[in-house]
């Protein structure tokens, strides 16, 4: 069974920083895509920040030059470091992987990490 787990949020006044790191643990054969979503109260959920298997990364334009998204494909691991927070910040944010698990050829699926949250408030 696949599992993402996420870590690292949590409560930063405006301008502080946040780092959060997502492990993707189980019986996983490759896994393509990884990126970071969120949510805000009353929103749909968006993209923030993707990178694909090779490194190349997309983000948001909302978030660009103050988030970096990182991946060690060794430890299966994706990080977002969110620098500059604002209040429009504030949301779950959600880990995202496009992989293909041992013994599925090779179909890939999508799987979620169960949010974390991040709240930028003075």
């Known amino acids: 069974q696949v599992q993402l787990v996420e870590s690292g949020g949590g409560s930063v006044q405006p301008g502080g920083s946040l780092r959060l790191s997502c492990a993707a643990s189980?019986?996983?054969?490759?896994?393509?895509?990884m990126g970071w979503y969120r949510q805000a109260p009353g929103k749909e959920r968006e993209l923030v920040a993707g990178?694909?298997?090779?490194?190349?990364?997309n983000y948001a334009d909302s978030v660009k030059g103050r988030f970096t998204i990182s991946r060690d494909n060794a430890k299966n691991t994706v990080t977002l470091q969110m620098n500059s927070l604002k209040p429009d910040d504030t949301a779950v944010y959600y880990c995202?992987?496009?992989?293909?698990?041992?013994?599925?050829?090779?179909?890939?699926?999508?799987?979620w990490g169960q949010g974390t949250q991040v709240t930028v408030s003075s």
């Open positions: 995202n992987a496009e992989l293909t698990p041992y013994g599925m050829g090779s179909r890939s699926f999508n799987y």
């Open positions: 990178i694909t298997s090779t490194g190349t990364t």
């Open positions: 189980g019986s996983i054969f490759r896994i393509n895509d």
